[in-house]
């Protein structure tokens, strides 16, 4: 394996598959059968994940921004558990840790325990994002994995990769194999926002940008494939 620990940031749609909205057990199965494999090779792996299936903040014409995300929050919980209860179901030793203090479901987040759980081969799942409103999941992977020491960030969306337009709208967009953290922000191309893009070019996180409908694309990634987009 290329990459020894990683933050795997994987989109609140990804998990819906092909429906769009909530959870598709089979594509969160697939998921979680693949980071088995990749546990099973000696990586340690955390998770972001994002409550886009269920609610995002922009959802609620004319709520108060903060409580709409908070809501947000709770979707990427409910997504957290799913995952959660997948990889167990695999045999793969799973905590999941948020944000926000919901004791009853979930650890609360403390970085000397999430670094623990990933030596002793743990996956570790954070949700909340970073438990403040106004950040994005996108922010709160990057925040993570610079404060667990992470190789990579690795994206996982329902796009192959980084265009220089939306793929779906324009038959001629173009992908980049490659990218510098300042083109992605001077060019707006919407890799990560641009707080999350910010704090991995100040703390050189190397971002690799790939399609998850086929999940085996984490494994790829994590053996230093050259799959997607890399931005470094």
């Not at 990057?142 to 220089?164: F, M, T």
């Not at 926002?193 to 790829?220: H, Q, Y």
Request: aromatic share 6%; glycine share 10%.
């Amino acid at each position: 394996m290329k990459y020894k620990r990683v933050m795997i940031k994987v989109s609140g749609e990804a998990l819906a598959g092909s429906a769009g909205f909530g959870l598709d057990f089979d594509t969160i199965a697939d998921i979680a059968k693949v980071i088995k494999k990749c546990a099973d090779k000696g990586a340690q792996i955390a998770m972001v994940v994002g409550g886009g299936n269920f609610w995002r903040g922009r959802s609620g014409k004319d709520m108060d921004r903060t409580r709409a995300d908070h809501m947000g929050m709770l979707a990427t919980t409910i997504n957290a558990l799913a995952l959660a209860d997948a990889m167990e179901a695999e045999g793969v030793p799973t905590r999941v840790q948020t944000g926000i203090e919901m004791r009853q479901i979930a650890e609360p987040y403390i970085r000397g325990k999430a670094d623990r759980h990933l030596e002793k081969g743990r996956v570790v799942i954070f949700g909340c994002g970073t438990g403040n409103p106004y950040f994005s999941t996108d922010t709160a992977a990057a925040l993570r994995a610079a404060e667990i020491g992470a190789d990579i960030i690795l994206l996982a969306k329902n796009v192959d990769g980084v265009y220089d337009k939306d793929p779906n709208l324009y038959s001629d967009a173009v992908k980049y194999d490659k990218l510098s953290y300042i083109d992605v922000l001077n060019q707006g191309l919407g890799v990560m926002d641009s707080t999350a893009t910010s704090l991995c070019m100040d703390n050189k996180i190397p971002i690799r940008v790939f399609g998850i409908e086929d999940p085996e694309n984490i494994l790829k990634a994590i053996e230093g494939k050259n799959i997607g987009t890399i931005v470094e």
